[in-house]
């Protein structure tokens, strides 16, 4: 077809008008043809402390945390594999987690209103009231301890970290311990060595994408793998207590 048409061009109009045309016609196809431009990566430095203040100001947003290669084991035979929710900093959060108990999937709801937490499930829908200490994790204080981790890391480096949700990033990568991600899940052991990865917008130096590789509470094999993939910021969030 591009033979063909660039045939019509050559033979059937006006040279200057068959010129300008087959001009429109290359750029045309340049455009189908190019890959999305890419900026050069900042300093690593720089780059972390950007992120950090923009995970420090984010007002809130939706995530959702997932299990690559293999769940979080709670205890008591629950295996954790993906927590979806919205945060509304620093106040609440709202969020739903799946999981299996003995091969049987299960699913449970979860509310946080300042220093109130409710829980629903695993068998039936009844909201309560539980200890916040009983949670695995502590959503409303998310941003600030992934911003504390990145902001302790070493050994930082950037490179082009490729698309995520259309988006062109920066991979920021450095090595952390479990001690700095107390804040997102408070029974975190100490002293434990982990990776940390996040793909920061090129655009609009937001972080997209975040995952932690190692052991972050005892029963956690090294290979464990986390994703957090973010979304929604600073969307307006409504939280309400359930009950």
Not at 76 to 104: C, D, H, W, Y
Not at 149 to 160: E, K, P, Q, R
Not at 177 to 191: E, I, T, W
Request: overall charge negative; aromatic content about 6%; glycine content about 10%.
């Amino acid at each position: 077809m591009t033979r063909s048409l660039l045939s019509f061009v050559s033979i059937r109009m006006p040279r200057p008008f068959g010129v300008a045309v087959f001009g429109l016609l290359l750029l045309v196809f340049a455009a189908c043809n190019s890959e999305p431009a890419t900026q050069a990566p900042p300093s690593a430095e720089v780059l972390r402390d950007q992120t950090v203040e923009t995970l420090r100001g984010l007002s809130s947003v939706s995530f959702e945390i997932t299990h690559p290669n293999g769940g979080t084991d709670m205890g008591g035979g629950l295996m954790l594999n993906t927590v979806e929710g919205v945060a509304l900093f620093p106040s609440s959060a709202r969020m739903s987690a799946k999981g299996v108990v003995q091969r049987i999937a299960v699913s449970f709801g979860i509310v946080q209103t300042n220093s109130t937490t409710y829980f629903s499930g695993p068998i039936g829908d009844t909201w309560r009231v539980v200890p916040p200490e009983s949670l695995p994790f502590d959503f409303i204080g998310m941003n600030t301890s992934v911003a504390t981790a990145l902001a302790n890391a070493s050994d930082i480096t950037v490179a082009l970290g490729g698309q995520v949700n259309g988006k062109q990033t920066f991979l920021l990568s450095g090595a952390i311990v479990s001690d700095d991600l107390q804040g997102l899940v408070p029974a975190a052991d100490s002293g434990l060595p982990l990776t940390i990865e996040a793909w920061i917008g090129q655009e609009d130096g937001l972080p997209w994408k975040v995952v932690l590789t190692g052991t972050l509470i005892g029963s956690d094999p090294e290979t464990m793998v986390r994703q957090l993939d973010l979304g929604d910021f600073d969307e307006p969030v409504t939280v309400e207590a359930p009950i």
